[in-house]
């Protein structure tokens, strides 16, 4: 099946910096969502983004499905920014979203 | 408009005994997803509603597991029997139709005693 391996698994930051979260996948994909899952476990939805550019204030995103990898910007990184930023893909016929591990934030004031 | 809704929240239970896990996915969803984060394993899918019927069951980890949809719409899990390993967070998603995007309810938090 389809690898998702998401880099780095870990990144702390100050407050304000900027940031680059990847993540490389092993087929082509139907689908990609970039989520964030907060401290209270709640995954949010960042990016539906199987191909192209997105923005949404100080967050983008950019997959490159032709070279399978996908990237998510951080700006201005704030400390409710914190948390664990997953990268998922549905590939073939199934419907299934296969999740890497994982990049675990950590923004400090 | 309201998103996807799971109960209960948390659930604690002694090994052996059956649970039952609710999920409310987003008005006109036709697909619905159960998936389990766990520390070991990470976010695993377990198995897929399109309408009422599972085409996809491959992630259900034994047959202690199964699950219903009824009307399109509400979806329960049941787990038999449990073991300390199904002690996990078991997530809920929905999507309009295969393929698109997914939204995730809150979880529900099952300790296995």
């Known amino acids: 099946g389809i690898q998702v391996e998401q880099s780095p698994p870990d990144l702390i930051l100050q407050e304000g910096a900027n940031s680059t979260l990847r993540c490389n996948f092993s087929?082509?994909?139907?689908?990609l969502q970039w989520f964030h899952q907060n401290p209270w476990g709640q995954l949010i939805n960042l990016f539906y983004?199987?191909?192209g550019t997105k923005q949404n204030g100080r967050l983008s995103a950019t997959t490159v499905a032709t070279e399978r990898y996908s990237l998510l910007y951080i700006s201005s990184s704030q400390t409710t920014d914190s948390g664990v930023y997953f990268c998922?893909?549905?590939?073939?016929?199934?419907?299934?979203?296969?999740f890497g591990a994982g990049t675990r934030l950590a923004v400090h004031p | 408009g309201a998103g996807v809704s799971q109960s209960p929240s948390n659930k604690v239970t002694e090994k052996g005994k059956d649970v039952e896990l609710r999920c409310d996915p987003i008005s006109g969803h036709t697909a619905l997803y159960w998936y389990r984060q766990s520390l070991g394993q990470g976010l695993e899918f377990l198995i897929y509603?399109?309408?009422?019927?599972?085409?996809?069951k491959s992630g259900l980890p034994s047959d202690r597991f199964s699950a219903e949809r009824t009307g399109g719409s509400v979806s329960t899990l049941t787990i038999q029997r449990t073991q300390q390993e199904d002690s996990a967070v078991y997530l809920c998603a929905s999507s309009l139709r295969r393929w698109n995007e997914q939204f995730f309810g809150p979880g529900t938090r099952l300790t296995v005693l």
């Open positions: 509603f399109q309408g009422n019927s599972a085409p996809d």
């Open positions: 998922a893909v549905v590939s073939g016929g199934y419907n299934k979203l296969i």
């Open positions: 087929d082509s994909v139907n689908n």
């Open positions: 983004i199987p191909s």
